[in-house]
Nanobody, 127 residues
Framework: QVQLIESGGGLVQAGGSLRLSCVVS????????MAWFRQAPGKEREFVAG????????SYSDSVKGRFAISRDNARNSVYLQMNSLKPEDTAVHYC????????????????????WGQGTAVTVSS
């Protein structure tokens, strides 16, 4: 059974930074494309950032491009999201997700493509 455990959320002032981490159980982490999604109250879950199996390619939503950076460490079964210049509109529960069926080089933005999810970590940005 694959488990994803996120950490690193919290309360931060606008303009501040946070680093989210996600540890994935199992021996096949390097075969998963990974992504971060977020969901604010009353809104749909949205794609934030994704990274291919090898870490060679990344993708970002327009709303976070230039401020956030996704990375992975296959030796540690971990994926990270460095969030800088945070804005109040970044307030949401952030989820780590794994796509075990990803095509090489492809990062999907639809949450339906991801089979495994963490429990989420809350990020609150005050103005």
């Amino acid at each position: 059974q694959v488990q994803l455990i996120e950490s690193g959320g919290g309360l931060v002032q606008a303009g501040g930074s946070l680093r989210l981490s996600c540890v994935v159980s199992g021996r096949t982490f390097s075969s998963y494309a990974m992504a971060w999604f977020r969901q604010a109250p009353g809104k749909e879950r949205e794609f934030v950032a994704g990274v291919t199996k090898t870490g060679g390619s990344t993708s970002y939503s327009d709303s976070v491009k230039g401020r956030f950076a996704i990375s992975r460490d296959n030796a540690r079964n971990s994926v990270y999201l460095q969030m800088n210049s945070l804005k109040p509109e970044d307030t949401a529960v952030h989820y780590c997700a794994a796509d075990p069926d990803s095509t090489i080089g492809i990062i999907y933005r639809r949450h339906q493509n991801y089979d495994y999810w963490g429990q989420g970590t809350a990020v609150t940005v005050s103005s």
